[in-house]
């Protein structure tokens, strides 16, 4: 570590505790110390609840204090001013101006009622009294800056819902470097978007930090990341800082036993190789998905959204096919409408029959035999129910079991599968974290006894050693009970660890179909090898095969 | 089930019961001090007055006469019973039977020893002051004022329960069904609701009125074809958000059928905006029915209710008492449901933390 002179923020014991009423305390942040000199970029990292964003947050003062609190020796010093108790007036004037701050999720942090013209326009106002040409001028200069140059006029007037994902992250960083920032902060930019953005967007920030010389404090929970971008890390579990210091020398020589679980845990292994030859259990023939666009006042359909268009694919009793492609090309969709959620058409055979022509009630037997598991683990459990209540839902509907005895023994068999302790069935999906509500959503498929899932990106909302854990579980499920996977992601390397057939689409079309080794050694199209570099690399590639 | 897993479930039952997102909200609630007054002063109040029979009453709760027990308040007996002249039901404010009795025994009178639609003979004009007699005064026909707001009060709180479940239960079916299928569905069902809430509920009242002799089941069943529309709009939006969740599609998968995927599923989670409500709509049927009794379109003609109370208070300036008694027992109800969904609001919002 290269402790010069005075590093630009200092951070030195600081401690975090939230009140929990009734005189209970909670310490999520416990006598962290790191600093940050200035045009460095030093990464926190650590799963989530570790403490990282609560720590970032803490810097600009932007807790909600008095519910949160700063234990007496907590100091955090910027370029020599203690900000732990400063005044609110002289926080406004660091807030946004000389730290700024990027949020992880760009859905929710753009105002949707302000055009990207008065989002941006509104630091400029508030730090340096600019307005009306001035203004504008340089927010078009910011937008060229963070890569939105083309019709950047036009951008100006775009309403954030009119941008997408990496857009809109991309108007935050330039948000942010409205005032050309001493530190700019970024929780998590990149987790809520796709691998092609993620490596986009990262390019970017690595850019700008060499070109205006900024120190950056980035947190993440994932090691890639790290080692893509920061210059120093500082490994964080459960509020306290376990081991810090160059990123090469942490990497090559890890010390701290959680270092090391953390450099293990990313998803690997391969789908094991066979020879048998089973039967198709579920086979379509060119699904498509039509959503009409509507327009004037008879509504009529003047056109339509091709969210999956003409698709074929077969899958194999026992196999595991990954959907790839990025967001918007019509994964999720697709698994829907093999599963009739979503209406859809052409031919959908389950072990030989059409199930498009069924009726609902027709269909019900057979929805024993398909099941889906969500990407969101904190959307798919119902809040209201405790967890045996949800394992036990489908057993109710297929009357599997004679009396509530036997179903609780089923529910407990499965919760054993998916490695949860049987007693955790009385509690309520909000006691548990992301990586146990998967395994909830999976035993709650399982009980069923399926002979089809559809996984829809079930590992994206999870931390990478969680991820590495569910492959682990699907794949073994997979072995005992010859399950059939549609397995859907935007992220290559869990697709490489669980697939044997990988179907690649774009905009509802298949771009690349073929065997997993085949497509992951020698991929035949540019979309493929842009989204491999992103994977893999987290490199962007610039032939224009991907979204910006 | 054997023996230990039975003690098993037992100790697990009352923790499933309470889940700890209703235990957080009982404390919040039990920490906001004027809903918990409020909630306390109700209840005892309404159960006082369910028992009105035993506190304003002209007849006796018990009578001893000559060796055996009577029960008045429950049963009716003939005057010759306690050696009267008349087969008729006894009056016991009669001084002639009041003397037969207390020959041969005693009487033990309620609190009020007037019913809600007992004249005071004594009197010489009405209404009558306040006195240690009447301790309200009595109204415009010589009954005592304490006594009819008891009975008034019941049968006002009454009817606010029954026509609040009533009405929420149609509200809430109807908005389920409208932001649950959306589409043409909820188009006509929403045309139809804005055709049907535009008409002068009022004046449609007084002229079914007319027609029919208006009693409480009457009453309550024009009421609600009004009253169901204020939920709609709440349970129809949580419908329309809930509709999309995973957890809903999750069910979806598993061959829920629509009506239990509404019903065990969205509308749960849709229970924190209704219940927020139910209290205005409590309070608004409160007010529905009193107003119908001032304008005389309410309850049959001497039945005890505070709307009544308010029309003769404004028929009778002169006697204030009528009014001020009127208008305080209405304020305080209205503003202890308020005051109670102030704390209910509180304890359901889950932004809220402790203090």
């Known amino acids: ?548 | 089930m054997s023996a230990a897993q039975a003690a098993q479930t037992a100790e697990a039952a009352p923790r499933a019961r309470l889940s700890p997102l209703n235990r957080r909200r009982l404390a919040i609630f039990k920490s906001h001090r004027r809903g918990l007054w409020s909630l306390w002063i109700f209840v005892v109040l309404f159960v006082l007055t369910l028992f009105a029979e035993l506190i304003a009453n002209d007849k006796p709760i018990l009578v001893r006469y000559d060796g055996a027990f009577y029960v008045p308040v429950l049963v009716s007996y003939p005057e010759t019973a306690f050696g009267g002249e008349f087969e008729t039901e006894a009056v016991y404010t009669d001084p002639e039977l009041v003397r037969l009795i207390e020959e041969k025994g005693w009487m033990i009178w309620p609190p009020i020893p007037f019913g809600n639609r007992t004249v005071d003979g004594t009197l010489d004009a009405f209404p009558a002051p306040p006195s240690a007699r009447h301790w309200l005064g009595t109204d415009d026909q010589g009954r005592d004022v304490v006594a009819r707001v008891i009975y008034g009060y019941r049968i006002s709180v009454l009817f606010g329960l029954v026509l609040t479940v009533l009405s929420s239960i149609v509200g809430i079916v109807a908005g389920a069904v409208q932001g649950y299928f959306g589409g043409w569905i909820d188009l006509g069902l929403q045309r139809f609701i804005e055709i049907w809430g535009g008409l002068p509920q009022l004046y449609l009242l007084i002229i079914l009125a007319a027609v029919v002799e208006p009693n409480f089941w009457w009453l309550l069943g024009l009421l609600l074809l009004f009253a169901w529309m204020g939920l709609v709009d709440v349970v129809r939006a949580e419908f329309l958000r809930g509709r999309n969740f995973d957890y809903v599609r999750a069910a979806r998968a598993l061959g829920a059928t629509d009506a239990r995927i509404m019903f065990a599923h969205i509308l749960p989670n849709a229970m924190v905006a209704t219940l927020t409500f139910l209290p205005f709509i409590l309070n608004g049927s409160i007010l529905s029915l009193t107003s119908l009794d001032f304008l005389g379109f309410g309850l049959p003609p001497g039945s005890p209710s505070l709307g009544d109370l308010l029309a003769q208070g404004k028929n009778n300036l002169q006697a204030p008492w009528l009014a001020i008694t009127a208008f305080v027992v209405l304020a305080m109800l209205l503003s202890l449901v308020v005051f109670i969904d102030e704390a209910f609001r509180d304890a359901f919002d889950p932004r809220k933390t402790f203090r």
Not at chain 1, 256 to 261: A, G, L, S
Not at chain 1, 291 to 299: D, E, H, L, T, Y
Not at chain 1, 452 to 476: H, N, W
């Open chain 1, 1 to 548: 570590m290269n402790e010069t002179a005075t590093p630009l923020l200092d951070v030195r014991n600081l401690s975090v505790e939230f009140s929990l009423g009734g005189g209970r305390r909670f310490a999520a942040v416990d006598d962290v110390s790191f600093s940050v000199a200035k045009g460095e970029t030093l990464a926190l990292v650590g799963e989530s609840g570790s403490g990282k964003s609560v720590s970032a947050l803490s810097i600009l003062q932007l807790l909600p204090y008095p519910v949160a609190r700063h234990p007496a020796g907590s100091s955090i010093t910027f370029a020599g001013e203690e900000l732990v108790g400063a005044p609110e007036h002289r926080l406004r004037q660091v807030r946004g101006n000389r730290i700024a701050m990027v949020f992880q999720e760009p859905m929710t942090s753009l105002n949707p009622l302000h055009t990207i013209e008065k989002q941006i326009g509104e630091t400029l106002l508030i730090h340096k009294g600019m307005t009306g040409a001035a203004a504008r001028a340089r927010i078009i200069e910011l937008l060229r800056l963070v890569g939105l140059g083309a019709q950047a006029e036009k951008r100006l007037d775009a309403y954030p819902h009119q941008l997408s994902g990496g857009q809109r992250q991309r108007v935050m960083i330039a948000m942010a470097l409205a005032n050309e920032p001493d530190l700019l902060i970024a929780d998590e930019p990149t987790t809520a978007v796709d691998v092609t953005i993620q490596a986009q967007l990262l390019r970017l920030l690595k850019d700008l930090q060499t070109r205006f010389g900024m120190a950056m404090l980035f947190i993440t929970h994932d090691l890639n990341v790290v080692r893509k971008i920061a210059d120093r890390v500082c490994v964080m579990r459960n509020g306290k800082i376990v081991e810090a210091g160059d990123v090469k020398t942490v990497f090559a020589n890890p010390q701290h036993e959680y270092t090391r679980h953390l450099i293990a845990a990313e998803p690997k292994g391969r789908p094991p190789k066979r020879t048998d030859q089973p039967q198709a259990v579920m086979e379509a023939n060119d699904i498509k998905v039509w959503f009409p666009i509507k327009a004037g006042v008879f509504r009529r359909t003047v056109g339509h959204v091709k969210a999956v268009d003409g698709v074929s694919l077969a899958l194999k009793a026992g196999r595991t096919l990954g959907v790839v492609g990025e967001s918007g090309s019509g994964k999720t969709t697709l698994g829907l409408a093999l599963l009739r959620l979503e209406h859809s058409e052409g031919q959908i055979l389950f072990k030989g029959q059409d199930i498009r022509a069924l009726r609902a009630g027709e269909l019900r037997p057979l929805r024993r035999e398909m099941q889906i598991v969500f990407q969101d683990p904190f959307g798919s459990l119902s809040p209201r129910l405790s967890v045996g209540e949800i394992i036990a839902e489908g057993l109710k509907i297929h009357r599997i079991g004679a009396d509530a005895a036997e179903r609780d023994a089923m529910i407990v068999d499965a919760l054993n599968e998916v490695r949860l302790d049987p007693e955790t069935r009385h509690r309520y999906p909000h006691e548990f974290s992301g990586g146990q509500r998967q395994r909830i959503a999976i035993a709650r498929a399982l009980v069923l006894k399926p002979s089809f899932l559809v996984l829809d990106e079930p590992t994206s909302a999870l931390d990478m050693s969680v991820q590495a854990q569910i492959v682990e579980l699907m794949r073994e499920l997979q072995a005992k009970h010859g399950l059939a996977y549609l397995f859907i992601s935007h992220d290559l390397r869990v697709v490489r660890a669980l697939a044997d057939e990988v179907l690649v689409l774009k905009d509802g079309h298949v771009v690349e179909h073929g065997p997993a080794d085949a497509i992951f050694e020698a991929p035949q199209q540019d979309y493929t090898k842009a989204l491999m570099a992103a994977a893999f690399a987290l490199e962007a590639v610039e032939t224009g095969a991907v979204r910006t």
